[in-house]
């Protein structure tokens, strides 16, 4: 079983700026690949990004997350970050982190097996 625990949402104002974390633990794969999602009210689950644990963790973005947003992981592959920039009101969403098994990015949330909880955030002045 993997388990997966988001944090780091918030309230900020336009333009500025927060970082969500996603740790891991249990049986995460020797490869796998971890992704954020988001959920606005009302609507679906969107990709925002998603980050490889190989191949020197290879990244993918969606159109509205490219140049504001970064994906990274820490050494151990088993904590991963979203460092989110020049924040719209747009981006309030409730945030989730997604593992699926392999060494592939994926922009389906139906490929993904595994998912935390969710963290919020608010973008509003």
């Known amino acids: 079983q993997v388990q997966l625990v988001e944090s780091g949402g918030g309230l900020v104002q336009p333009g500025g700026s927060l970082k969500l974390s996603c740790a891991a633990s249990?049986?995460?794969?020797?490869?796998?690949?971890m992704g954020w999602f988001r959920q606005a009210p009302g609507k679906g689950r969107e990709f925002v990004a998603a980050i490889t644990s190989w191949n020197g963790g290879i990244t993918d973005y969606a159109n509205s997350a490219k140049g504001r947003f970064t994906i990274s992981r820490d050494s151990t592959k088993k904590t991963m970050f979203l460092q989110m920039n020049s924040l719209r009101p747009e981006d309030t969403a409730v945030y989730y982190c997604?593992?699926?098994?392999?060494?592939?990015?994926?922009?389906?949330?139906?490929?993904?097996?595994?998912w935390g909880r969710g963290t919020p955030v608010t973008v509003s002045s």
């Open positions: 249990g049986r995460t794969f020797i490869s796998n690949t």
């Open positions: 997604g593992l699926r098994q392999g060494n592939a990015v994926g922009r389906s949330a139906d490929s993904y097996n595994y």
